[in-house]
């Protein structure tokens, strides 16, 4: 299926998984590894704009998934 959200589809892959196996299950298969360090690459592709639609992005995700 395609995504409901052009940048949030990390989330959404996480909430289809969530809804196929269960929460308990997403517990024990996903691990959160943070990083050690954060390297910043010029010339990103997300403009301002696109941050002040992200709200909207995931109330649309919400209500989709839940």
């Known amino acids: 299926q395609p995504?409901?959200?052009k940048w949030i589809f990390d989330l959404e892959l996480i909430l289809?998984?969530?809804?196929q196996v269960g929460i308990e299950k997403c517990n024990?298969?996903?691990y959160e590894l943070p990083l050690?360090?954060?390297n910043e690459i010029g010339g990103s592709k997300?403009?301002?704009t696109d941050f002040l639609k992200i709200p909207n992005e995931l109330i649309k995700i919400?209500?989709?998934y839940n």
Do not use: A, L, Q, T
């Open 62 to 64: 919400n209500r989709h």
């Open 28 to 30: 024990e298969i996903f």
């Open 46 to 48: 997300i403009k301002f």
């Open 3 to 5: 995504f409901k959200s």
């Open 36 to 38: 050690n360090e954060w």
């Open 16 to 19: 289809r998984v969530r809804n």
